[in-house]
């Protein structure tokens, strides 16, 4: 649809995870992996999952695709600080919706490992961490 946005969700965003209230409104399309490796680490005092721009280095990580009404749009990128200069950027990757034989191209964020105070994991393909701590919940 014109009026919608393919969007990779790898972290909190996911289905289960503490984000994912920010979701509705928006249809599951399939589950997908990035057609691309990249590093897909845990970093931050939050405990935040954070895709890194840095093709060719990690895995091909896994995720969700989501049909994105364009209205909500702002709220996600609010959510991921894309307005700030350390914040997440969106880009359109392409991935690989499972089952598919062809990629389709699909927004995500990035966070640049300079902007990432400190990593807690390796390079993980499939985000399951459970320590983030929504906004919310922070006590400042
Ligand atoms: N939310 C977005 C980016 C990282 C995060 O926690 C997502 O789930 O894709």
New binding site residues.
Partial sequence: MADTHLV???????RS?P?HHYMTGARLSAEARTVDPYPLVVGGTWF????IPEKGNGHHVK?ELWEVPEAMMPALDEL?SVHLPNG?RRALIPVLAAGADAPVEAW??FRKREHIAIIHTGNLDDYQDRRYTAAADRGI
């Fill in positions: 990779f969700v790898y972290g909190t965003l996911k995870f984000n935040t999952p954070y895709l995720g991921e997440y995500a964020y």
